[in-house]
């Protein structure tokens, strides 16, 4: 008799924040007193910190809670008073690892998970980087196996927690045995520019820090709760590599994001969609990355999607801002809390990202609010 195939799910869903919360409106008053000097930058400001989707997010940065005239990271300081790159990676040594702990104890007992039994470890971050890394660090703190296999994932921008759920997926379906442990910690704060032009106000209005961790594996009969792995999806759209930008400065990294990105996805992306799709129903599950406000509205529009199946991501992106390569284990935590609280029976849906190239990563997914190994209907999932 044969057996059915494993099914591949995330078992267990942790996050954290830093601390220190930044209010949107105080932000902006005091970003637009520390632009006085510049009434159109000033006026620029205060429209987009208004109309991009956020009201609070999260930072490690205490000066970035200061009056004007004290933070760092605004434009009303002389030029040698703004944080260094060097400075601000330093930061982020103190502060990657303490987060990235947080998430990964909540993931580990969401998924009812010891450390011991981890045999990968995926660690992702696009604004921060020490050797020896955050991997080594988690193995040791976290207890992890010293032959735990590390990969990490650098510099990869917002798509990279997506890329490592499916690098996941991949790495249990040859090995069902496998345990993958995916922690993503971003400090996305530290990279705020003293400047008054529009792309670092932009850059600015929007980001926030914090830290998603995730337990994949092969799930097991009582397992609840749960978002089954299918099938992955990558691809690189052609001919926009420029439209967005993530550089080393002098002064932290600088971003630079095209104000056509939205309108880009918009046009491209449901086409991709129907190829992971092949013909199948459309979901009704859409874990789609908050990339900014801007993003949701042209994947709403283009895809027909209610209001109800994007509240989880205009959510996330309301209270926490945009976490980067974390934000998409917020928005399926989000989902997940949900559907356990209005007692949803299994669910199929898709989860989306877009990062640098620009690269969209994409993933089928089911929620399953318990799993009975049953032989899957067709068109439907395993109940």
């Known amino acids: 008799m044969e057996h059915a195939a494993p099914i591949i799910a ?16 105080d932000t902006s008053r005091r970003l637009t007193e520390a632009l006085q ?50 400075e601000r990676m330093a930061t982020y040594k103190r502060e990657s690892v303490p987060l990235g702990l947080q998430a990964a104890r909540k993931a580990l007992r969401d998924g009812a998970t010891d450390a011991a039994d981890i045999t990968h470890l995926i660690t992702v971050s696009c604004t921060g980087q020490f050797l020896p890394g955050m991997d080594a660090a988690l193995v040791r703190q976290l207890g992890l ?36 442990l995916v922690v993503c910690v971003e400090l996305c704060t530290l990279h ?28 097991r009969p009582h397992d609840k709760e749960i978002f089954r792995l ?24 600088d971003l630079y994001l095209s104000p056509d990105i939205p309108k880009l996805i918009g046009r491209w992306v449901p086409e991709e969609i129907e190829r992971i799709l092949n013909g199948g129903a459309k979901p009704d599950l859409w874990a789609i990355h908050p990339g900014g406000r801007g993003i949701v509205d042209a994947l709403q529009d283009a895809l027909g999607l209610t209001d109800e199946q994007t509240r989880p991501s205009r959510a996330i992106l309301r209270h926490y801002g945009n976490v980067s390569s974390a934000t998409i284990l917020f928005v399926l935590n989000e989902m997940k809390r949900e559907l356990s609280a209005s007692g949803s029976g299994p669910v199929n849906g898709i989860s989306l990202a877009f990062g640098p190239g620009l690269t969209v990563e994409m993933a089928k997914i089911a929620y399953l609010p318990s ?12 109940v």
């Open 230 to 253: 299918d099938q992955d999806y990558s691809v690189l759209l052609p001919d926009y590599a420029e439209e967005m930008v993530w550089e080393v400065g002098n002064h932290g990294f």
């Open 10 to 25: 995330i078992l267990g869903i942790g996050t954290a924040v830093p601390r220190f919360r930044i209010d949107q409106e």
């Open 192 to 219: 705020i520019q003293p400047s008054g032009g529009r792309e670092a106000l932009f850059a600015a209005s929007f980001f926030g820090d914090g830290a998603s961790a995730c337990v994949v594996g092969s799930a």
């Open 145 to 180: 196996a010293a032959d735990v296999n590390r990969i990490p994932l650098n510099f990869l921008g917002c798509a990279a927690g997506l890329k490592a759920i499916c690098l996941s997926r991949q790495i249990v379906s040859a090995n069902p045995d496998a345990k993958v």
């Open 37 to 86: 000097g510049n009434p159109d930058s000033a006026r620029w400001a205060r429209r987009i910190f208004k109309q991009c989707g956020v009201e609070t997010r999260y930072t490690c940065e205490p000066n970035l809670l200061e009056s004007a005239s004290e933070c760092r990271y605004f434009p009303s300081l002389p030029r040698e008073d703004v944080p260094t790159t060097a």
């Open 371 to 382: 799993v009975v190994l049953l032989e899957e209907p067709a068109g439907g999932v395993c």
